[in-house]
């Protein structure tokens, strides 16, 4: 019997030991839900914040849930952590979300976001004045297809990750449809079929992502954005409507319920800790997006290869 209860103490204590050797403090067994989107990225950001957590001593559990849709159940705390949200698109929400006092900025994940409207460098010919957006006014037929001509499409993204394009297009008058992408996946599939046959196109590319390292291509340069744009209608190019101007730039931020600081203050301390840089979310979305590994696998080599990082957002 001594020896059995000295195997089970030793157990609780193994158990209780973090890869770093200190024994973990956890505040609560409750799960820290963290939310996943419909992009590799975003999925790949939450899998290493979750396993970070656990090596810890948290328990986590990842949730799917819409990108804008999710700050209601950030609100309430039935979601616990979104690992990406970028200034891009989701400045808006985040500032709406923070103001009500149930939502918490835990600060930049090391990354700068950009997502704009981009092209194949081939449609220059097709489109002189490229990359200035005023070219699109007088060429809009080189990037039509049967369903949309004489106007141009632009394949946006996932409807889900709003970016307001809809609405530049109608405040800078351009000859163009909107058609948005079903997923992420479809998205890049249109983009290496177009790209192998020199096909016209222009679609939503964005950054951390593998794909303006891959294909040759610009992104338009719309006026640049100012908050004004979005909020005050006299502003920029037309005097009478908002958005007419391009996507903001900046950070990507960590977000999450304010109770979680307060329910579980280490794993809050981790989360703030947690950064990459664009160059290494690339290099892990071409893994799995291109070269075919499993989320799970690209996580498991980016950890192996990184311990000394991440250990250092334990400590």
């Given at each position: 019997m001594?020896?059995?209860?000295?195997?089970?103490?030793?157990?609780?204590?193994?158990?209780a030991?973090?890869?770093?050797g200190?024994?973990a403090?956890?505040?609560s067994?409750?799960p820290?839900?963290?939310?996943?989107?419909?992009?590799?990225g975003n999925?790949?950001?939450?899998?290493?914040?979750?396993?970070?957590?656990r090596?810890?001593?948290?328990?986590?559990?990842l949730v799917?849930?819409?990108?804008?849709a999710q700050f209601?159940?950030?609100?309430t705390?039935?979601?616990?952590?979104?690992?990406?949200i970028?200034?891009?698109?989701?400045?808006d929400?985040?500032e709406?979300?923070?103001?009500?006092?149930n939502v918490?900025?835990?600060g930049?994940?090391?990354?700068?976001s950009?997502?704009e409207?981009?092209?194949?460098?081939?449609?220059e010919?097709?489109?002189?004045?490229?990359?200035?957006?005023?070219?699109l006014l007088d060429?809009a037929d080189?990037?039509?297809?049967?369903e949309?001509?004489?106007n141009g499409?632009?394949?946006?993204?996932?409807?889900?990750?709003?970016?307001?394009?809809e609405?530049?297009v109608?405040a800078?008058g351009?000859?163009?449809e909107v058609?948005h992408?079903?997923?992420?996946?479809?998205?890049?599939?249109?983009?290496?079929?177009a790209?192998?046959?020199?096909d016209p196109?222009?679609?939503?590319?964005?950054?951390?992502?593998?794909?303006p390292?891959?294909?040759e291509?610009k992104?338009?340069?719309?006026?640049?954005?100012?908050?004004?744009?979005?909020?005050?209608?006299?502003?920029?190019?037309?005097p009478?409507m908002?958005?007419d101007?391009?996507?903001?730039?900046?950070?990507i931020?960590?977000?999450?319920?304010?109770g979680?600081?307060?329910?579980?203050?280490?794993?809050?301390?981790?989360?703030?800790?947690?950064?990459?840089?664009?160059?290494e979310?690339?290099a892990?979305?071409?893994k799995?997006?291109?070269e075919?590994?499993?989320?799970?696998a690209?996580?498991?080599e980016w950890?192996?290869?990184n311990?000394?990082?991440w250990?250092?957002?334990?400590?």
């Amino acid at each position: 019997m001594k020896k059995m209860l000295l195997a089970s103490v030793a157990l609780v204590l193994a158990q209780a030991v973090t890869v770093g050797g200190a024994l973990a403090e956890v505040e609560s067994p409750d799960p820290i839900k963290i939310t996943t989107h419909d992009w590799s990225g975003n999925i790949i950001s939450a899998n290493i914040m979750s396993e970070v957590l656990r090596k810890a001593g948290y328990n986590t559990e990842l949730v799917q849930a819409d990108y804008l849709a999710q700050f209601a159940g950030l609100k309430t705390g039935d979601l616990d952590l979104a690992m990406e949200i970028w200034a891009t698109t989701g400045t808006d929400a985040l500032e709406e979300a923070v103001a009500t006092g149930n939502v918490v900025n835990f600060g930049e994940t090391g990354m700068i976001s950009r997502e704009e409207w981009w092209y194949p460098a081939y449609m220059e010919e097709r489109c002189p004045g490229l990359p200035d957006w005023r070219a699109l006014l007088d060429c809009a037929d080189a990037f039509a297809t049967p369903e949309t001509a004489p106007n141009g499409r632009y394949l946006g993204g996932p409807v889900t990750w709003g970016g307001y394009d809809e609405e530049r297009v109608e405040a800078l008058g351009l000859p163009f449809e909107v058609v948005h992408a079903g997923t992420d996946a479809a998205l890049f599939a249109e983009l290496q079929a177009a790209y192998e046959r020199k096909d016209p196109i222009i679609l939503w590319i964005y950054q951390p992502h593998w794909a303006p390292a891959k294909y040759e291509g610009k992104f338009i340069e719309f006026p640049p954005y100012e908050p004004a744009c979005y909020s005050d209608p006299a502003w920029g190019e037309n005097p009478d409507m908002a958005y007419d101007c391009g996507k903001p730039l900046g950070p990507i931020w960590k977000a999450g319920w304010v109770g979680l600081e307060k329910k579980w203050p280490g794993a809050a301390k981790i989360i703030r800790n947690f950064t990459v840089t664009n160059d290494e979310m690339g290099a892990m979305v071409y893994k799995a997006d291109v070269e075919g590994m499993s989320i799970e696998a690209v996580v498991a080599e980016w950890m192996a290869a990184n311990e000394a990082k991440w250990q250092a957002w334990i400590q």
